[in-house]
Nanobody
């Protein structure tokens, strides 16, 4: 059973950048579809990005600003976030699933980390 641990969340000013990491233990991530999700206070879980054998996919609100990637050697998935906005504030979670037809849908995922807080504020 794979276990996921996120890190890298912080307080950052608008326009700044952060890189989130999600390290997996217990299994290689090579066999999983990986997603990043976020939840802002009072809002539903939102699909931010995901990566599968077909490529990388992004939610409309982060396209052109966020980049997801895998570091296979470290069994890690990364989320590079640039040009951050106050609306990007929330708890960011990474998740994994063995197969899904829509990798930006949170309810498709069975394995979740505990999240890392990102706050974008001046």
């Amino acid at each position: 059973q794979v276990q996921l641990v996120e890190s890298g969340g912080s307080l950052v000013q608008p326009g700044g950048s952060l890189r989130l990491s999600c390290v997996a233990s217990g299994s290689t991530l090579d066999n999983y579809i990986l997603g990043w999700f976020r939840q802002a206070p009072g809002k539903d879980l939102e699909g931010v990005s995901c990566t599968n054998s077909h490529g990388e996919f992004y939610g409309n609100s982060v396209k052109g600003r966020f980049t997801v990637s895998r570091d296979t050697a470290r069994n890690t998935v990364l989320l590079q976030m640039n040009s951050l906005k106050p609306d990007d504030t929330g708890v960011y979670y990474c998740a994994a699933v063995e197969r899904t037809s829509f990798c930006l849908a949170a309810d498709e995922y069975s394995l979740w980390g505990r999240g890392t807080q990102v706050t974008v504020s001046s």
